[in-house]
């Protein structure tokens, strides 16, 4: 079984910058099968949307153009973190980590991931 913590979150302005957590249990990391860590974030009636991924090999994926949001793992602390600058109020959300035990060719797809941190609320806002 794998455990998702997550911690970070809060209100900033725009354009102001904000760093989220999420601790990783080790069993995740001793799958035989690699991994695959994202950042999703989701706001009231619609679906989860995929904003970041990294996976064992230490590729990343992103749909971030602007490149505003940076996702990271720092592997010996088991820690994945999703560093977010020049913030705007549509990106007021509640934001996930998420855990899958294989590679990230289908990253964006919600449902294939079977391991969800508690979420934690993210608001822009002057």
């Known amino acids: 079984q794998v455990h998702l913590e997550q911690s970070g979150g809060g209100s900033v302005p725009p354009g102001g910058s904000l760093r989220l957590a999420c601790e990783v249990s080790?069993?995740?990391?001793?799958?035989?099968?690699?991994?695959?860590l994202a950042w999703f974030r989701q706001t009231p009636g619609k679906k989860r949307e995929g904003l970041a991924a990294?996976?064992?090999?230490?590729?990343t994926s992103s749909d971030d153009s602007q490149g505003r949001f940076t996702i990271s793992l720092e592997k010996t602390k088991r820690i994945l973190f999703l560093q977010m600058n020049s913030l705007k109020p549509e990106d007021t959300a509640m934001y996930y980590c998420?855990?899958?035990?294989?590679?990230?060719?289908?990253?964006?797809?919600?449902?294939?991931?079977?391991?969800w941190g508690q979420g934690a609320e993210v608001t822009v806002s002057s």
């Open positions: 998420a855990a899958d035990h294989w590679d990230c060719q289908v990253w964006r797809e919600s449902e294939e991931y079977p391991y």
């Open positions: 080790e069993s995740l990391f001793k799958s035989e099968h690699g991994y695959c």
């Open positions: 990294i996976e064992s090999n230490g590729s």
